[in-house]
């Protein structure tokens, strides 16, 4: 117990990331990859909200990401605002073997910025890059959209494990660079030891969970 308060203690930052994109493009499975190496054949869709976190090092600073993973379905779309509230990165996920998960980016993008921080640090992901012989979508058409639109972007495999973690870190990365260039708003981040600088408090975020789920009930 002990060593666990010392390890928060450390913690410099929480940064909060939102993972969204459509319906069974591997999101939850990128999330479990990450958090905990670990891949789920058996994986359903998600229902409503939840979040995992992981601690990693950025720039020599302990930033313990708070990772946000939601239904894809249209009828969740009613927990958007809440959702996305705090949130300083976002992993914006399509299937390499679906073009219209593809095709849906673009409506995720102005989505997000429709509702996040005019600073949120997007991340375009591929995911399920392993299927070579089912692509659907090449790396081009994607590196052409993310350039166009200011996104960084990476081709993933929650399943081999290949590209999660430099995807993930490089998106904390930026989301440090950010947050360290321009005058910290109090709504975006939490410093644990000491003052609010911008995000969620862990011990917020489970309110904020039974508030999405409770609009997504609704919205059905």
């Not at 399943?159 to 005058?183: C, H, M, R, T, W």
Request: proline share 1%.
């Amino acid at each position: 117990m002990n060593q666990e308060m010392s390890e928060e203690e450390k913690i410099a930052y929480v940064f909060k990331v939102v993972v969204i994109g459509d319906s069974a493009v591997g999101k939850t499975q990128l999330l479990s990859r990450f958090a905990k190496n670990e891949f789920c054949l058996d994986s359903k869709s998600t229902i409503g909200v939840e979040f995992q976190t992981r601690t990693v090092s950025i720039s020599s600073k302990l930033v313990k990401a708070q990772i946000w993973d939601t239904a894809g379905q249209e009828r969740y779309r009613a927990v958007t605002s809440a959702y996305y509230r705090g949130a300083l990165g976002a992993m914006l996920v399509y299937d390499v073997t679906k073009r219209q998960s593809f095709d849906h980016v673009a409506r995720w993008v102005d989505e997000l910025r429709a509702h996040a921080d005019a600073s949120i640090v997007i991340m375009l992901i591929g995911n399920k890059a392993d299927l070579l012989d089912s692509r659907a979508v090449p790396a081009e058409d994607a590196v052409e959209f993310a350039e166009t639109e200011n996104l960084f972007f990476f081709e993933t495999s929650a399943l081999s494990g290949e590209n999660v973690e430099p995807a993930f870190l490089k998106l904390l990365q930026e989301i440090y660079d950010v947050v360290s260039k321009k005058a910290l708003d109090s709504s975006n981040l939490v410093k644990p030891n000491g003052g609010l600088l911008s995000g969620l408090k862990i011990e917020a975020a489970q309110s904020e969970v039974s508030e999405m789920k409770n609009l997504s009930t609704c919205s059905c």
